[in-house]
């Protein structure tokens, strides 16, 4: 995500600079808080974020982020995970690309 937030920035002619990196959401908002910087973050993640601490704005432009689902090869898969995952591939599937 990271790369893919730079790379949108330096298409619009910005380059951040990126003082601070953490895959720990919560950690990013308490950096914020504090007033020790900015943060660009998935909507779904700013959404459990305290806006009494900080500042929320959904930006108007997206950046496009493609997810997969995994699960363990070879091994003993439940019934309930085979069939979530049966009505997630018909909903949401799609080729992947190289």
Not at 15 to 29: E, H, L, R
Not at 44 to 73: A, R, T
Request: proline share 6%; net charge neutral; glycine share 4%.
């Amino acid at each position: 995500m990271h790369d893919r937030i730079i790379n949108a920035c330096v298409q619009l002619g910005y380059t951040p600079k990126v003082a601070c990196k953490s895959s720990q959401w919560d950690f990013i908002g308490e950096m914020v808080a504090a007033d020790l910087g900015i943060a660009l973050l998935p909507e779904i993640i700013c959404k459990k974020l305290s806006d009494k601490e900080v500042v929320i704005i959904p930006l108007l432009d997206s950046i496009p982020w493609n997810l997969c689902m995994i699960w363990p090869k070879n091994q003993y898969v439940s019934f309930t995970t085979k069939e979530f995952i049966k009505v997630t591939r018909s909903l949401l599937e799609q080729p992947i690309s190289s």
